[in-house]
């Protein structure tokens, strides 16, 4: 059983909306993939001691791999929309430790038959079930709903261990036609995005809160925008009427995810937002997506950057049910060590974030196991992690 000790953390970032730092404690310790204690490295040190490995962040921040809740992938490290190879491992480099699909819309030839729709998201689960991009874990398979599927498909979907399906790409005559099968989905176990706003390039249909609320999925996919966001006074209406989260991504309206940010900390409804990139999309492949719109959102908007933090950690975590986004006893070892760039006016990561700028990652974890010291996308490190042994 592999170990692996974080230690010398200055600041410990938990992913937990509630209580977002970690105190009293600068020591990690992983074994065969899950955390298995925080604390005091002179409380740890003969655990510290028999690790494997010993990652010293020097005193820099140690918080959870970032969840993009909303990645186009399709078959391998691969974009056919923007013809990039190998951006997944990219995106591990902007601290990004696991990936949702939101629909593997872009597969060139997407089928769009009953069958065909069902086998695309079972082969890119399996897929993607042992296939680890840079490290990096994708939740792949994510079913594209069509009119044309039954309830017994949703079923028979669930046994084959498709758990994601989308709404905003069938051939529905009127959105409220999947209602139905958005019913059926959610009663088989599969948590259901919807496409929120105007059209995209992608060829998804144009929705509105009356929509929404009709449909009432799991997720309002890029409530900010995809890249059009809706009116504000269809948020608004989300976030009185539904219990649905309300998602903010990179490539939508900052204008918009700045709006939907305050209106969530005047509802106190911050557990119900959640950051994804909507990438690679007609914006690109933009490996710091996710850890750029939490600079945004927590240097231009309300809220510190350590509670900004969990809005791509835990709140994702929550939203589809995943053993990760925390710094906490059992759950995933998915860890990031990052600090004030260098020749920055901050001192520490947070700092950075809160002046606008970029951390520099000196460091990702994922399953326990470190991947690579110093970010090539991000600006170096003021305090760069190493490894002890």
Known sequence: MATLAVVGAGTLVSGDLAHPLIED?????????????????ADLAGQVAAADRVLDAAGATVAPGLIDSHGHVTFGDYSPRQKAVDYLEGYVHGGITRTISAGEVHVPGRPRDREGVKALAVAARASFDTYRPGGMRVHAGNVLLEPTLTEEDFAHLARCGVWLAKFGFGAYEKAVDGVEQIRWARA??????????????????SLRADDLLALAPNVCGH???????????????????????????????????????????????????????????????????????????????????????????????????????????????????????????????????????????????????????????????????????
């Open 25 to 41: 404690a600068d020591t990690v310790l992983c074994a065969d993939g899950v955390i298995t204690a925080v604390g005091r490295a």
């Open 223 to 389: 409530a900010n925008g995809g890249p059009t966001s809706m009116p504000n006074a269809d948020v608004d209406r989300l976030l009185a009427e539904s219990t649905m989260a309300l998602q903010l991504v990179q490539a939508g309206n900052l204008r918009a995810a700045l709006r939907i940010l305050g209106r969530a900390v005047e509802e106190d409804a911050l557990a119900r937002i959640v950051v994804g990139s909507d990438t690679p999309s007609g914006f690109g492949v933009i490996p710091l997506a996710v850890l750029k719109t939490l600079v945004e959102l927590s240097s231009l908007g309300p809220l510190d950057p350590a509670r900004a933090w969990a809005l791509a950690t835990g709140n994702v975590a929550d939203v589809w049910g995943l053993p990760a986004g925390r710094i906490r006893v059992g759950a995933e070892a998915d860890l990031l060590v990052l600090d004030a760039p260098r020749a920055s006016a901050a001192s520490t990561a947070l700092e950075a974030m809160s002046i606008g700028d970029m951390p520099g990652i000196s460091a990702v974890v994922t399953d326990g196991v470190p991947r690579f010291l110093a970010s090539r996308n991000t600006p170096r490190a003021t305090r760069p992690a190493t490894l002890v042994r």
């Open 188 to 205: 088989h176990g599969l948590v259901v995005m919807c496409h929120a706003g105007g059209a995209s390039a992608a060829g998804s249909a």
